[in-house]
């Protein structure tokens, strides 16, 4: 059985960084796609980074020049390096894969979600 778990998250100062993983586990043949998602309280989740195969990333406008996605895919693991945390990125952190099952099939599967907590 798939599944995804994030570690990672806490309090942090403004200012602060934090780094976050995703590491997939299960019987597997690919994971084409690794994303971070947020929600905070009273909003909808939403879409804070991107990668896919080819190193392809995306960010959201009021992440970029602060967070980093990356990969490392023999670990199946994806990070989320956060810089210059700011209270609004306050929230609860998902990570969602699209994963390539040992028989072909794809799935997507989300983690628990991780919080993530800016404030002095």
């Known amino acids: 059985q798939v599944q995804v778990v994030e570690s990672g998250g806490g309090l942090v100062q403004p200012g602060g960084s934090l780094r976050l993983s995703c590491t997939a586990s299960?019987?597997?043949?690919?994971?084409?796609?690794m994303g971070w998602y947020r929600q905070a309280p009273g909003k909808q989740r939403e879409l804070v980074a991107t990668?896919?195969?080819?190193?392809?990333?995306y960010y959201a406008d009021d992440v970029k020049g602060r967070f980093t996605i990356s990969r490392d895919s023999a670990k199946n693991t994806a990070y989320l390096q956060m810089n210059s945390l700011k209270p609004e990125d306050t929230a609860v952190y998902y990570c969602n894969g699209l994963i390539v099952g040992i028989t072909g099939t794809r799935g997507s599967y989300w983690g628990q979600g991780t919080q993530v907590t800016v404030s002095s």
């Open positions: 299960g019987r597997m043949s690919g994971i084409p796609f």
């Open positions: 990668i896919a195969t080819g190193e392809i990333v």
